[in-house]
């Protein structure tokens, strides 16, 4: 996991309504994605979260080495449903 | 009769408005569910085309069938499921709730131009369409960036922190995608240069090919429904064996067949691990919540899911679910615009008449089902250009359904389950689906006065089709490839109203046998769309040269148009040489589809590629000549020929040239641009001009018009219709079909208009055409309803594949049950005359105009546009001006 800020549309808890908001599945209020997370903030499996990523050079971008032909992949891809998502160490709660 | 036409300047907000008569609820749960809806932002993300082009890289080994299968299998199975709180019915496009998404492999060009100004889209003639587009600057579109979002198109937002994925997805499909291949190959057409002009100066508005090259047809759900998943992987396997190897009499596809089989299999795979990942998702949320109902309710969605993944469906719950679930598969599949449902009621029907019998749902449910997959075909999003999306659809996505029609052997269709639909339609008030009442004469009076009373709710829906006009249509037209009067009672309506050639299947449930419509042809959102019929006239009159553009789109006619009969045949000459370079490179753009990202998931629904082997590109379907020419702004154009034929070269009170300087100086007027309105009725004139137009610009005004009964008016509409539709038979698609007529204006009478210069009806530049195709010109009509509807039937409409009639009434024009019965008595009358469609918008224009000074007060507020119901808040104001500007009946 990068340095970055955490959005709430990093929470496994967010229930994504559009481009600017969502809801909360803890709490079922709706929440702003880009406003301050809560204490019961899980990570959500993304790829930025993943140990076969790594950051590269352009804004946003990486590289995925999870399959057997490695390729570039943007880091906020939601990877619930990658069979080769594996947890970085400093995924920290979820995301594993 | 009586009539008023409302102008823009009316100060609506002061007068008392009438409010419609009919007004019902929907349950608490769907109206949180809409609500929600109505809050949201359309919203575009890039998670589909990651996977399916990561996937599509690496099969590049692969032929192209299995290719696209793998990719479109890797990115059903990765996209995220999202489930949003109280849902009965789950699946969408995206993980937004009104989510759409790009398809770089159909066009990559405008993100690429957006990023780096690499490719000149003007080059290509594409932007014209979305320089004179406009949207409805509220609702859910988001027609400026903000924040960490950036708007797309005028209407979709994007995170800022996918835009760079976004560019980069389209850089890969850069020189591959469909435009770029069949841009390559359509310059080698002799006439391409033609084209060029053609678009950029929108006489045409859009290419078909690589913008929606799917849609404005009807789906099929039969397989999945009988055989379930499992069993249409275990048929591909079977029929994989036998025809592995094996020509059986066809050298040139023969053997393609293996390779369809395969792709279908891989293709299943993908859409069921996406149920599978709803079934895991739904369980995840069931094992979290905390209130006992919801839970269950996660648990049973988990369960419904997990079992339409392989098997076919128990109940109407689970039956509904996976059509819906196929609709989705289907619009992800490719760029679709017009996917309709077709006859959903008579589908489902097995399904409902038996969970009735057996006491597993009541009718109060299935109500509320049908409200909730209201509000989930709502939400669907079609992501094009701005002129494509805005400019041609007004952001609608036209998901038809159809109720009423004939049974196989010819006995009234219409069941308990279609009241219910109808019933939906009132209480959970949306877009979609739009409902068409297939007008037959052996339809049951009270479920007629049902429709009647869902029109009274001012929803616009159903719209009314003459039943036994489209059946004669696709006879003439599908007569060719076997169609039968049986088969043509299968008809729905796809898209707007485009008459579509359906079939019938046999279902078998609980050991009960059942016929039920579906699909079976290709789309009709493909070939020449749509012809601005004022602007070819006006180049008729300008020697073939765009004033707007400073192009000399078609080579000069050097004539003097001495006579009306050497004025129609320039015009004749010019809509020909327009009409065949569109087909021409249209076709090429097509071919490049079916060649490299042809549908396999919509091929394997449909009969018969299934049994025959071939995908949609390998005529695969059953009926192939769907190919059609649309036209637009056709009675203006007809209004302009009678005011030329009798000011110009009967009367002579002009010459032509007098005739030429008034229209290029808009009568002494501003154009609508400058005044900030498409009304007609709205116009300015320009400052300091003299007076030197008004005297013809009354005459052009008071020249006969189209809509009063009038044979001098309405002789130039049959002479045109009769050549219209013989001309574009002479023309033929990719599948080596003939093609035909298409008739209806969708929104595009707002941009095309918007290009058009003044015309000798007295219509000034820039503003909106008449809408559809027999609509008369806002306050023009001035004989009444019974009059109009003599001018509209004056030729026979079973010679194009529609017609469109919109109507506005007041409110007051049809309260009670005696008003409801003097609309369907209405109805029946212009129908009986052989009318093909009418559709009604039940307002009070006070209201509109109330609504457009002030509309975050209407977020609701629904209007029938021309084929379709849109919120009016999302609509372009040119389009708004001319609903508002149409003549409004107060009485019947």
């Not at chain 2, 008369?776 to 009444?784: F, H, I, L």
Request: some cysteine; hydrophobic content about 35%; overall charge negative.
């Amino acid at each position: 996991m990068n340095d970055k800020q955490v959005k709430h549309s990093d929470c496994r808890n967010f229930i994504g309504v559009d481009v600017a908001k969502g809801i909360c599945g803890a709490t079922n209020d709706t929440v702003l994605i880009d406003s301050e997370v809560c204490a019961t903030f899980v990570m959500l499996k993304k790829c930025k979260n993943c140990g076969h990523f790594t950051l590269g050079t352009e804004k946003t971008l990486g590289r995925c080495t999870g399959f057997a032909k490695p390729d570039w992949v943007y880091e906020d891809l939601i990877a619930e449903q990658c069979e080769q998502y594996s947890p970085c160490k400093k995924a920290g709660v979820g995301g594993q | 009769m009586l009539k008023r036409v409302a102008k823009t300047g009316d100060k609506g907000c002061c007068a008392e408005k009438a409010t419609r008569e009919v007004k019902k609820q929907p349950s608490s749960r769907t109206k949180q569910l809409r609500d929600l809806y109505l809050s949201t932002l359309s919203s575009a993300n890039v998670e589909f085309p990651y996977w399916y082009t990561r996937k599509y890289n690496e099969m590049e080994h692969e032929i192209p069938v299995i290719r696209r299968a793998e990719a479109l299998k890797h990115a059903f199975s990765h996209i995220t499921p999202t489930i949003w709180p109280g849902e009965l019915l789950v699946g969408s496009k995206t993980s937004n709730y009104r989510g759409s998404f790009p398809m770089p492999w159909l066009s990559a060009g405008y993100f690429v131009a957006k990023q780096d100004e690499l490719i000149d889209s003007a080059d290509k003639g594409g932007s014209s369409a979305d320089e004179v587009s406009k949207f409805g600057a509220g609702g859910g579109n988001v027609t400026q960036s903000f924040g960490n979002v950036v708007s797309i198109a005028g209407k979709f937002g994007m995170r800022a922190e996918e835009v760079p994925a976004l560019l980069k997805l389209a850089k890969n499909w850069s020189g591959k995608s469909v435009e770029d291949l069949g841009h390559k190959y359509e310059q080698m057409v002799p006439e391409y240069a033609t084209k060029e002009a053609v678009m950029k100066s929108l006489v045409c508005m859009f290419d078909s090919g690589y913008t929606l090259p799917q849609g404005r047809e009807v789906v099929n759900y039969y397989y999945p429904l009988q055989y379930g998943y499992d069993g249409l992987l275990a048929m591909a396997k079977e029929r994989k064996a036998e025809v592995a190897g094996q020509a059986d009499g066809d050298g040139i596809v023969g053997m393609d067949r293996l390779y369809f089989y395969e792709a279908v299999g891989i293709t299943i795979e993908g859409i069921q691990a996406w149920h599978l990942n709803y079934a895991k998702e739904a369980k995840r949320l069931a094992v979290q919540c905390r209130d006992a109902v919801q839970r269950q309710e996660y648990e049973e969605i988990g369960e419904s899911l997990e079992w339409i993944a392989h098997n076919p469906p128990r109940t109407f719950r689970e039956a509904l679910q996976m059509t819906y679930m196929i609709h989705i598969g289907v619009i992800n599949e490719d760029a679709i615009s017009g996917l309709s449902p077709g006859r959903l009621g008579q589908v489902l029907y097995p399904w409902f008449e038996q969970d009735l019998a057996a006491g597993r749902i009541t009718e109060q449910q299935v109500l509320e089902l049908l409200e909730c997959h209201r509000v989930k075909l709502t939400c669907i999003d079609c992501f094009a250009s701005m002129g494509v999306v805005g400019g041609v659809l007004s952001g609608n996505t036209f998901n038809n359904l159809s109720i009423g029609g004939l049974t196989k052997d010819g006995k009234a269709a219409a069941n308990r389950l279609e009241f219910l639909i109808l019933e939906a339609g009132m209480t959970c008030e949306s877009t979609q689906p739009t409902l068409t009442m297939l007008y037959d004469e052996k339809l049951p009076e009270d479920f007629l006065l049902k429709g009647i009373e869902c029109n009274k709710a001012g929803t616009g829906y159903p719209a009314w089709v003459n039943n036994r006009n489209g059946m004669e249509f696709l006879l003439k037209q599908y007569g060719p490839e076997g169609m039968t009067v049986e088969e043509a009672r299968a008809i729905a309506i796809g898209g707007c109203l485009e008459t579509s050639p359906c079939s019938w299947s046999e279902l078998t449930l609980n050991g009960k046998t059942y016929q039920i419509p579906g699909g079976s042809g290709q789309p009709t959102s493909v070939g020449v769309h749509f012809i601005a019929n004022p602007k070819v006239l006006e180049l008729v009159l300008t020697n073939g040269y765009d004033y707007r553009t400073g192009l000399q789109v078609l080579p000069p006619h050097n004539k003097e148009l001495a006579s009306y009969d050497e004025l129609q045949g320039v015009f004749a000459d010019y809509y020909e040489q327009v009409v065949n370079c569109l087909v021409k490179t249209n076709n090429i753009q097509h071919d490049i589809w079916r060649k490299q990202n042809m549908a396999v998931y919509n091929s394997l629904l449909k009969p018969d590629c299934l049994a025959k082997g071939h995908h949609i590109g390998n005529l695969g379907y059953r009926y192939n000549a769907t190919y059609n020419v649309e036209s637009c702004g056709q009675i203006n154009m007809v209004n302009s020929f009678a005011a030329l034929k009798k000011l110009v070269y009967e009367d002579k009170r002009y010459t032509l040239a007098e005739m030429r300087e008034a229209l290029l100086n808009n009568f002494g007027y501003k154009t609508a641009e400058e005044v900030g309105s498409f009304s007609f009725a709205q116009q300015e004139k320009r400052e300091g001009s003299q007076q030197q137009f008004d005297v013809i610009h009354r005459d052009c005004c008071t020249a006969p018009k189209y809509g009063n009964d009038d044979q001098y008016v309405d002789n130039v509409l049959l002479q045109y219709e009769e050549w219209f539709c013989r001309m574009c038979t002479s023309y033929q698609s990719l599948y080596a079909h003939p093609m035909y007529s298409c008739q209806i204006s969708v929104s595009t009478h707002g941009p095309q208009g918007a290009v058009t210069l003044a015309s000798a009806d007295g219509r000034l530049c820039g503003t909106t055409y008449a809408d559809g195709s027999v609509s008369a010109y806002p306050g023009t009509d001035r004989n009444g309803l019974y009059a109009l509807f003599a001018s509209a039937t004056c030729w026979d409409h079973t010679l194009s594949q529609n017609s469109q009639l919109n109507l506005k009434l007041h409110p007051t024009a049809v309260t009670g049950l005696e008003g409801a019965r003097k609309l369907l008595d209405l109805t029946r009358a212009y129908l009986r005359n052989g009318g093909f469609h009418v559709q009604y918008n039940i307002v009070d224009s006070k209201v509109l105009l109330h609504a457009q000074q002030n509309p975050e007060q209407y977020r609701e507020l629904m209007v029938r546009v021309a084929g379709f119901t849109q919120y009016w808040v999302e609509i372009g104001k040119p389009i708004q001006d001319e609903v508002i500007a149409r003549t409004e009946y107060e009485g019947v």
